[in-house]
Nanobody, 129 residues
Framework: QVQLVESGGGLVQAGGSLRLSCAAS????????MGWFRQAPGKEREFVAA????????????HYADSVKDRITISRDNAKNTMYLLMSSLTPEDQTLYCC??????????????????WGQGTQVTVSS
């Protein structure tokens, strides 16, 4: 198993940036493919980004939702057991709870929330206009 804890959310002005972190503990972080989702109250989880690891050197394949791909960057540091989501040009529409997720194996990613095995509690992002 792996435990996930998000951080880095908070209040930011529209147009600003935030970097979210997802710290993992338990089973080796490098074993997992990772993803970020966001969920507004009463709505389904929305895929934001995912990152896998081929197991070779520092190659990380990433994938983004079309709605945010020009404004976000997903990354991971296997040595620190941490994944990141850098978001820029934030708008009020980005305001919601952001959660990280993990699944096996590390080589494959998915945009489907139900295919992830482990979830963090989330970190709230609030964007003021």
């Amino acid at each position: 198993q792996v435990q996930l804890v998000e951080s880095g959310g908070g209040l930011v002005q529209a147009g600003g940036s935030l970097r979210l972190s997802c710290a993992a503990s338990g089973r080796p972080f490098a074993s997992y493919s990772m993803g970020w989702f966001r969920q507004a109250p009463g709505k389904e989880r929305e895929f934001v980004a995912a990152i896998r690891w081929s197991g070779v050197s520092t190659y990380y394949g990433s994938h983004y939702a079309d709605s945010v791909k020009d404004r976000i960057t997903i990354s991971r540091d296997n040595a620190k057991n941490t994944m990141y989501l850098l978001m820029s040009s934030l708008t009020p529409e980005d305001q919601t709870l952001y959660c990280c997720a993990a699944r096996l194996p590390a080589e494959l990613y998915t945009t489907t929330a139900k295919k992830y095995d482990y979830w963090g509690q989330g970190t709230q992002v609030t964007v003021s206009s």
